[in-house]
């Protein structure tokens, strides 16, 4: 052999991968050329090295610590596919609705669209709060159900927002609430409630709804949710991690953990448009949310039947109307206790006078009917007496209970004197007048 | 003879994640040894070893030709040790102007064979790693990269040139 080929052969010949008879002629190869010997000394010497380095490198058996941590990871993963679970199971009982079918199938086909538009546009890297921002956009219509573990049913709200972003029209429906089942819609120019329990119809308008219904809004519009993510990430209250699979049906999730307070929330968020699928919140280290929001219908639009109580109310509810006429008597230069009392005394007055209009009007602003169909019965005929105002603070800052004796005459024809639970007067900022003084309550 | 990587994986996409227990107690060295050769923090070598062999287990579905299971793996090693240097700044390729951190715990390092090991081309390290760190045989790294022996022993008398030109370099 020559020096050529017996180089080549250095590796076969310390892996001990040579014949018996190649071996020989390697060994006696190298007696003989000292060029080779010495080449092939520097490459056995590497050898050693490598041998011995690697002996050297003393492990700690990590077998246990990545086998832990890949069922660690393997449970959170299929805690998440839990999650995406429940919202399918969510979605197929909403299936099951004729009506919502052809809905699913406006949706589907709007997010296709959406889908096709974002990924001509970009192709998604990591997502943030202000990708999806931006994704609701051009999102118009949307349909909330918010589940909470002390409910039976969700609340269920439905919103339209005009061109410009701001919320248009919306609707909440509250099955399980203190008043029993109400439905709300709500424009910027009236409010109406239908309380189902009570069968009664207020129709108002007051900074205390705006407030609850921009509370309500806030919580729910999911471009309002993410923009209040963003100030609170700036401001340094939260941290926001974001997991996204790289299985692009599967849900991306914004994981945010409040810094100082044990909460935190799950944004899921569909990949293919950017949309928030589902909301969890946690208030502790509970491994359930006590609020689970899911996101319906995007761009699906409403018909403007379902923002108005119109067409869906019985004929006999109490139409409480504070909206289109001057309800209560005007506060002027009395004071609170004087209003509150003055407002008792007008009231049964017009009882006496038998003027129901006036009655109702103070009533909260029921119908003369209905105030005639309530009080006429009572049968008033004097006031005997009106008593000290005892302040309500749970029914607001203004609000007073007056305790008083009128007398009434029975259906035997008797003269009595009947004490009601004492009228609970209000006005106040939080009113649709707050000037003006009503009853709503206490007889 | 223990089990092929092909089969142990198999056996892992088959729903039996206890059999990645196998694949970890025979690369774990080459993969320690691969990041060292990118960093000199210890600590955080075994967080990046136990980081990569979650990560590969996490993706041995996207694993094409299951029998390339080492390359891969090694694959997975460079984007963790990568991330790693990104993140904390202390993960530094290793150069002549950058000496182990772990000098003097261990005086008895080959620390010029490690910087010269550092600079050697991905393909010469793994086979390098894969002979010496995971003990494998030439018949057995040939049959776990799927090529033929003689591929395997010439790689590797290419790898022992390179490594002993990089050695008289330093020198």
Redesign the interface.
Known sequence: MICTEIRELFVDYLEGLLSEKQKLQFELHLKTCCDCKNEFYQIDMINQRLTSAAKKISIISIENAVFDKIICKQNERLKQAERFNRGLKIMRKIMKNRITKFAVAAVILIVVILSLNIFEKTVPTAFGIERVIEAYNNIRYLHVKEYRANRQEPWEFWIKSNEQGNIDKARYYLPETEDGPKLITWTPEKAEIWFKKKNSHLIFQSIKIEKWMKTLIEQSQPKLVMEKLLEKQKAGIIDVNTITPANKQEPAVIHVTYKIIPKQELYFINQATNLISSIELYDDNSSEPFSLREFYEYNVPIDDKMFTLKDEIPENVTVVDQLNQLIGIPQGDMTDEDAAKETVRQFFQALIDKDYKKAGLIYAGISEEKAKERFAKLNVTAIISIGTPVPLPECGLHSFRVACEVEIVGADGQKKIWKPYGPATRSGDDEMHPDRWIIHGGI | MAESDKYLVELCLDGR??E??HL??RY??AV??YL?SKSGNRTNI?EA??ET??RA??NLSDLKKLESFPSWLLGIAKNVAKEQLRNKADFAELDSSTEPQTKEQ?T???FE??RAFAKLPDSYREI?LL???A?Q??QQIAENLDMP?GSV??T??RA??Q??QL?EVQK
Do not use: H
């Open positions: 994640p206890d990645f227990r970890v107690r774990q060295k320690t040894a060292a075994e070893v136990q062999f979650v287990y996490f261990n008895e390092d080959d064979l490690q390098l002979r010496f760190y003990n045989s030439c022996i022993t010439k590797l008398s022992y040139s490594l002993r050695l």
